[in-house]
Each structure stands twice: as C-alpha cells, then as structure tokens.
C-alpha cells in the first residue's frame, strides 16, 4: 500500500518535472537538465580517476580557487565592460591556473606539500570575495559556492558543451596512459609515458570537470559530485572502466532526481543532488558491511 | 665494443646526493648478459637510488650510468621491471590483464590496447599460469599471484635487463621459488638485477652479489663471509654453512 502511494507521488512529480520543462518561463530548468547530462560523462570519468588516484583534496583545492576566477570576471565586467567574459569563463581560467600551481607543488615540493596546496585554495576564495566584494550593485557569492538554478545560462551551456567534448575525447584518447599513471606512475615513466604530463593534464581535466556545475551545485558541493558516484562504483566496478561507467550513469542519476526534487520541493537543487549521493553511498557502505558480514 | 661482449650494465664513478646527503659514491660495477645478479644492503644504503639510476629514473650528479652502451632513457625498451608490490593501491579497480597491458605500452600508446597486444597478454598470463585470472581485480590476488603478474608484465616488453625490487617480500618460500623458475624459463638468456633484503633467497638464488651502502663492493655468492656482512650492515652478524649450502637468517644473524 505505501509503495503504491509513493509510486503514485513520484509519478506526480515526474509529471509535474517534465510539463514544467516545456514551459517557456521556466527555461532554466530545461538548461539545468541539459547541463545535468552533458556535465555527467566528463564528471563521472574525471572523477573515476581522481577517486582512483586518491587526489581528492588537490581536486577540492582547485574548485575552491575557482571563485577567484568568478569575482575578478564580475568585477572586470563590471569596472572594465568586459562582457566577454562570464563568470564561468573566469571559473575556467582559474581552476586551470590553479590545478597548474597544484601540480607544481605536489610534484616539486619537497615538504609541507598540505600547506602549500591549502594556500592555493584560500588564496583563490580570498580574490574572489576581495572581487565581488569591489564589484558595483549586489552580488551574491552564496550562488556561486552552493549553486543556483538560476545561474544556469544558454552561454554557459555551450561552453560546458565544448568543455565537455574535449575532456571526453582526450580521456578516450590518452586513457591507456593516463590509467598506467594512475596506477604506477614510476613503471609508466619506465616505459616512457611522459608521467609528469600526464598527472598534470589529469589535474587540467579536474579543473575543467569541476568548473561545468559550478554553477548548478556550486564550487563547494561540486567536489562531493566529483568523490561520491565513483566512490560508489568501486564497490562493484572490477576495472577502471566500469568504474567510470558506473560514476557517469551515478552522476546523471543523481544531478537529474536531485532537479526533479528540489523542483517539486521548491528547495536549492544543490543541496538535494549531494545530500542524495551521500545518502545512496551511506546505504551502499552499510550494505556492503552487512553482506561482508554475512 | 660488440653487442656481445659490452656489459649490460654499466656504473662508471657514479655519485648521487639529496642536497646535501651523500647517498652513492664512486659506484663503479658491471653486469653481463645472462648474469643474475642481486643487491643487498641496509636501509637507506643506496640500493633504491641505485636501482632508480639504472632505470632512468633520475639521472647521477657524477659519473655514468650505461644500459647496453646507451644512457638508460634510450635502452628502456629493453628493460622490464617489477618493482615492490606494497606500492600499490589495494583499491585501485583493475583486472589482471589491464595490469600485465601495461607492459606493453611505449612512450606514445594512445587509446586502447589493440587486439594483438591483449593476445600477447592473455598468451603471456597463460605461460605464468594466471590466465584464468585474467578477469580478476588484482586487489583480490594473493601476494604470490600479484607478484606473477607484475612479472608477467614486466616481461610483456621481452626485455633483456629484468629489474626486480624485493620480489620476495610478502612472497612465501614456495611461490618465490616457482617465480624465479618461471623468469629462468621464459628467458634463459635475460640477465637479471635483483634488490632484496633476504640472504637465504639471495644464497640460493643468484651467483653474485652487489653490496650497497654508500659505496659499492660486488662479490661472488659464495665468498660472502660474516666479515663482508658486517661490514655491510654495520652490525654484528653470524653465519651459519648448511649442508645444502644456502644462507638462511634468523633474528638478525645469517646462517651460512
């Protein structure tokens, strides 16, 4: 009986999701949906990679410094009518400068690698509320940090398409090397796989992954969507690529359920996108301890 | 010099340092093919840094290191290695044969494994009795099985210089025995360099050995005496001779 119930309610809101979709004021929701799949391919592969080679933090370091990026994009726009320039191009360019400085460190630095590598993070935040904080009229950064729906553009999803094709077809191209680094980066490098390239361009291609939902989940809760799908997909994945397979049909899930129920919940999309990844890896943890136990 | 009488490898004056920290000096040793050599020596002795030398992995601040009479870079096609097993991530998802693919790479592998390559793979698992794991996570395999198939990869390349860091650690007796047995049969002519910690693999296994602490000495198996290693590890140890003629070593003494 209350599985009939809740099967009718979800029906309901799927309904309500999709007839909302046509309407043509509310159009930013048909952009967050497309922006949702395009985002999910490069995010889940990225991610897959980032998980497996355990660089979460250096990936949150560079989403972070994005918002130096988006408060000196608004500001130039702003003070020097530089209309080119959209926050999310600035997002770009930062997360790219910084994932350069971050690799730099983490290959070259002998100690205190941590600090240096957190420098970089709260410097990036630091120029980005310094930026805003100088930019004529309001800007709220809590829409950049945590996303907002409505900060979805037509522009921007061109640009996450582009962004998206070339992560995906250098992915496909350099994944043999790019799986032997992560794997053994030292036997990579005997072979004469340009090791060092190959982390750096794996860290370029965090950078761009992180800066396609700055927008819709935020530079904050971003990293979360970048860690939890494949986090998720090991738990059964027995290769890379299934893992990365897994992490993009996860990603999707989870961006696409999370737009429907903060649609129908009238509630920040961000938010509800990590709280249900993070529910469904908490459930697949205590699964798998329960069956292990078993 | 020909092909054949040139050492395979070859260490002339080098010397190395971490800024300050003198790490090698004037290692001066050859090794000719077919050879099975192994180092031995204390931690922080210099046989890490040594082996990263003649990988080209890093290059030494004085002195030559030679492969087959060229700079290791260029004669790394002719090198397989199997480095140390506790290197790896126990959760990072991949199969037996994506890991023995890897030794087939080259400097400019792109895309995919073409479908020779994964027949020379599943061919090669095959030869080491692993190809009904081919599917496998490696994370699953046994210290033994992981060790094969580190083997089979680095012999994926057909390599004349095998380099091999501490193949026996978290290896028991039997499964060491049987990999050194499978590397002896898949290349007879393969000179191989070992690095490890255990004497009595080292006594049964090879015919000489390099010793490094700092500087290096090379000698032959069977004059190792109590002195050398004493002098080697700046610690008192007894040797004990067996019957069979193998070191073996207990509790920081070396049976002989």
Redesign the interface.
């Known amino acids: 009986m209350i599985m009939n119930i809740w099967t009718v309610m979800e029906g309901i809101v799927m309904v309500e999701f999709f007839q909302a979709l046509k309407d043509p004021d509310l159009v930013f929701l048909r952009y967050a949906l497309i922006l949702s799949l395009v985002a999910s391919v490069p995010l889940g592969a990225v991610g897959t990679l980032v998980v497996?080679r355990?660089i979460s933090y250096l990936a949150a370091a560079i989403a972070h410094s994005a918002l130096g990026g988006i408060g000196v994009a608004l500001y130039l726009r702003e003070a020097m009518d530089w209309l080119w320039l959209s926050p999310m191009l600035g997002a770009l360019l930062s997360a790219m400068l910084s994932a350069a400085l971050v690799g730099w460190v983490s290959l070259c630095a002998r100690e205190r690698e941590d600090a240096a590598i957190g420098a970089i993070w709260v410097s990036g935040m630091a120029i980005g509320l310094l930026s805003i904080y100088h930019t004529t009229g309001y800007v709220d950064p809590m829409g950049y940090l945590f996303g907002d729906i409505l900060l979805v553009q037509a522009a921007d999803l061109q640009l996450a398409g582009v962004v998206g094709l070339i992560i995906t077809a250098t992915l496909?191209?350099?994944?043999?090397?790019v799986?032997?680094v992560?794997?053994?980066a030292?036997?990579?490098?005997?072979?004469?796989?340009?090791s060092r390239w190959v982390y750096l361009l794996l860290l370029q291609m965090t950078a761009l992954s992180v800066v396609l939902l700055v927008s819709l989940v935020g530079i904050v809760l971003v990293i979360a969507l970048l860690t939890l799908p494949p986090a998720i997909a090991?738990m059964w994945?027995?290769?890379?690529w299934?893992?990365v397979l897994g992490s993009i049909f996860l990603s999707a899930g989870f961006l696409v359920a999370g737009l429907v129920l903060s649609f129908s919940w009238d509630v920040p999309t961000g938010p509800v996108v990590i709280l249900l990844a993070v529910s469904v890896y908490l459930a697949c943890l205590a699964m798998g301890r329960f069956s292990s136990r078993g | 010099m020909t092909e054949a009488t040139q050492p395979v490898v070859c260490l002339k004056g080098v010397h190395f340092a971490y800024g300050s920290q003198v790490v090698l000096e004037d290692a001066d040793f050859d090794i000719h093919a077919g050879e099975s050599v192994c180092m031995v020596g204390p931690n922080g002795g210099g046989k890490s840094t040594l082996l990263k030398l003649i990988?080209?992995?890093i290059k030494p601040a004085g002195g030559a290191v030679l492969l087959f009479g060229e700079s290791p870079l260029q004669s790394?096609?002719r090198?397989g290695?199997v480095?140390q097993q506790v290197?790896?991530?126990p959760?990072?998802?991949?199969?037996v044969l994506?890991?023995c693919?890897?030794?087939s790479?080259?400097?400019?592998?792109?895309?995919?494994?073409s479908k020779a390559e994964r027949a020379d793979a599943l061919a090669m698992l095959d030869s080491m009795q692993l190809a009904d794991l081919a599917?496998?996570?490696f994370s699953s395999l046994s210290g033994g099985q992981r060790q094969a198939v580190l083997v089979a990869?680095a012999l994926m390349?057909k390599p004349d210089l095998l380099v091999l860091d501490e193949p026996t650690a978290h290896v028991d007796v039997a499964s060491a025995a049987r990999l050194m047995d499978g590397i002896r049969a898949l290349g007879e002519d393969m000179t191989v360099l070992m690095v490890s910690h255990d004497l009595s693999f080292v006594a049964r296994t090879v015919p000489k050995v390099v010793c490094v602490n700092r500087c290096v000495h090379v000698h032959p198996t069977a004059e190792l005496s109590s002195e050398v290693l004493n002098q080697l590890y700046g610690h008192e140890l007894r040797m004990v001779q067996h019957d069979h003629e193998h070191l073996d070593s207990h509790g920081g003494h070396c049976h002989g």
């Open positions: 497996a355990r496909l191209l350099a994944y043999r090397p799986m032997a992560c794997f053994d030292e036997f990579a490098a005997i072979r004469g796989v340009r090991s994945a027995r290769s890379l299934q893992m | 990988l080209g992995l790394r096609n090198v290695y480095p290197a790896f991530d959760l990072f998802p991949i199969s994506e890991v693919l890897m030794g790479m080259r400097g400019r592998s792109l895309g995919w494994a599917r496998t996570p990869r390349a």
